[in-house]
């Protein structure tokens, strides 16, 4: 089991990763395309990295946005280092 870290160390790691925010003890993202091919177009992308680590996000869909949600359910979904390690994943995806 994965251990929650604390909002320092939370917000220390997110000052490399740009729209993440910390909120409601989850990591969030919101994302906006150019067209709906391209939201599901990375949120596919998602849904491969989330399975090659073995860690499942919530992904929201309206038309050209996509909201993401990290936590970890075993942990209390509280964050930990999975939920950090899939955020720099999916920002590489993202730029």
Not at 41 to 57: S, Y
Not at 78 to 92: C, F, N, S, W, Y
Request: glycine share 4%; hydrophobic share 40%.
């Amino acid at each position: 089991m994965s251990s929650p870290l604390d909002s320092q160390a939370i917000n220390a790691a997110l000052k490399g990763l740009e729209g993440w925010v910390y909120q409601d003890s989850k990591l969030f993202k919101d994302i906006e395309f150019r067209s709906f091919e391209d939201a599901i177009a990375f949120i596919n992308q998602v849904g491969l990295l989330a399975e090659k680590q073995n860690h499942h996000p919530e992904i929201y869909n309206c038309y050209r946005r996509v909201q993401l949600k990290l936590s970890t359910h075993d942990a209390g979904d509280h964050v930990t280092e999975k939920d950090l390690t899939l955020a720099r994943a999916i920002q590489l995806l993202s730029l």
